[in-house]
């Protein structure tokens, strides 16, 4: 193959390298899908860091194993593994890094299928894990390799990433790569996270993130007698009842440019997560009874998604207000705010490379126009953004979104086939400069 082609020519070629590698990347996944890297606890990760590391030497990849030793969850028994691949085709030029996490959530009750048996049933792959993101990981890679099949001494390099711990915050993962230098824009130009988005979307970025704990207090005392005691759970009641009225009507109001999907999400949101108050939950198999007593805490979790347009700042004061509020209105109620963890929201700019390369990909692949979104939740963008300071990132890759932590997730062959081509038509742009 000769270079001076037309990128219609090169495309072509591309077309027919990933059509030639179809059951090689329906194997590719079910090989993926069968090895359970279930997270919590961080099963397997060496297993198929290993099994990468197996897959892309041939193909010239030159490979780093590592550990993301001291992280959440890091262990003798549960290490947090990761695996960088790396090939550089010998010519000066920009890197383009895939980034998968290799982790998936529990399978849960309501399967029809072996959830890690990665059964092939009528042009599906189904298994925890095929759609959220393991198809994914098998499209990229498969890119990559039709892609250096073809054209091995392109200019700069092709990184493919598998990394743990995302469906747990990433910490063990692509936030503990970014610290250690391997997400920075020196090394790394341009980043693709093959997240299932759907094949003809791509992910700007996500909605920001603020949990937060509140805490009321009471005194505790005979539950026969609770005028002497200060309930806890009343003061909670309380607090809700003023979400309620006030709050949630206002989150509602708060619309975002972002085109954040679905649209629900397109807007200020905050679930309540949890709440907790006055006697601990019996074990299941506890026969007693409760003893009375006035309940002294109450402990809610709140969830609060926030949009590009808000400040970290005003969310937290929004919640304090509200507080201070009841405070004003109720005699004896004291509370607490605690801040447990926050990400600020993140959109790449229409503008990026990455961008540009991916929309003229699904035009030429799929003949269609390409569908800018934003997700609802976070992903490892975020440490990708933050720590590693790298803005060429998007999220795109095969699969359904809705179907990720689903009993009977699957992924289909054809979007995967699709998915893999578009990459691959980004990587060829990227890496010759034409965006
Ligand atoms: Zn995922």
Redesign the pocket.
């Known amino acids: 193959m000769i270079e001076g082609q037309d990128i219609e020519t090169r495309q072509n070629a591309l077309a027919r390298e990933i059509a030639a590698r179809r059951d090689d990347l329906v194997a590719l996944t079910q090989d993926l899908i069968r090895i359970p890297t279930l997270n919590p606890p961080g099963e397997c990760y060496r297993d198929i860091c290993d099994y990468l590391a197996r897959r892309l030497k041939p193909s010239g990849f030159e490979i780093k194993l590592l550990r993301a030793e001291g992280t959440p969850g890091d262990s003798a028994r549960y290490p947090r593994w990761n695996v960088v691949a790396r090939r550089e085709g010998g010519r000066v030029g920009p890197c383009v890094h895939f980034n998968s ?1 290799i982790d998936v959530v529990e399978a849960g009750a309501g399967w029809t299928f072996d959830p890690f048996g990665g059964t092939v049933s009528d042009g599906k792959i189904y298994g925890r894990g095929a759609c ?2 393991k198809g994914g990981l098998a499209a990229s890679i498969i890119a990559a390799e039709a892609f250096i099949a073809l054209w091995p001494e392109y200019p700069g390099a092709i990184e493919i990433s598998g990394t743990a711990d ?2 747990t915050g990433g910490y063990g993962g692509v936030a503990w790569l970014a610290e250690q230098g391997y997400f920075s824009p020196e090394r790394v130009q341009h980043v693709i996270i093959p ?2 988005l759907n094949k003809d979307r791509i992910c700007l970025g996500h909605r920001g993130v603020m949990w937060a704990q509140i805490k009321t207090h009471g005194r505790i005392a005979h539950g026969s007698m609770p005028f002497l005691g200060d309930c806890a759970v009343r003061h909670m009641g309380a607090v809700i009842s003023e979400m309620e009225s006030s709050l949630f009507p206002a989150l509602a109001q708060k619309h975002t440019s972002m085109p954040v999907v679905p649209d629900g999400a397109r807007q200020s949101t905050m679930n309540i997560n949890s709440l907790h108050g006055g006697q601990a939950e019996p074990a299941p198999d506890f026969t007693g009874f409760p003893s009375a007593c006035v309940p002294d805490e109450a402990r809610m979790v709140i969830d609060r998604r926030y949009l590009i347009e808000e400040q970290a700042d005003e969310v937290r004061e929004e919640i304090i207000t509200l507080l201070e509020r009841v405070k004003a209105e109720r005699a004896g109620f004291r509370y607490d705010f605690e801040e447990l963890w926050q990400v600020s929201p993140t959109m790449t700019s229409v503008d990026a490379p990455v961008v540009k390369a991916v929309e003229r990909g699904i035009r030429s692949a799929l003949s269609c126009e390409p569908v800018h979104v934003v997700s609802p939740g976070t ?1 490892d963008q975020k440490h990708i953004d933050r720590i590693g300071r790298l803005k060429y990132c998007i999220a795109y890759g095969p699969g359904i979104l809705d179907l ?1 932590h689903q009993p009977d997730e699957y992924v289909g062959i054809d979007d995967m086939v699709d998915s893999a081509k578009v990459m691959a038509f980004a990587l060829d742009d990227l890496l010759y400069g034409r965006t």
């Open positions: 996490h959220d993101m995302e469906e997240e299932p992903y990720a």
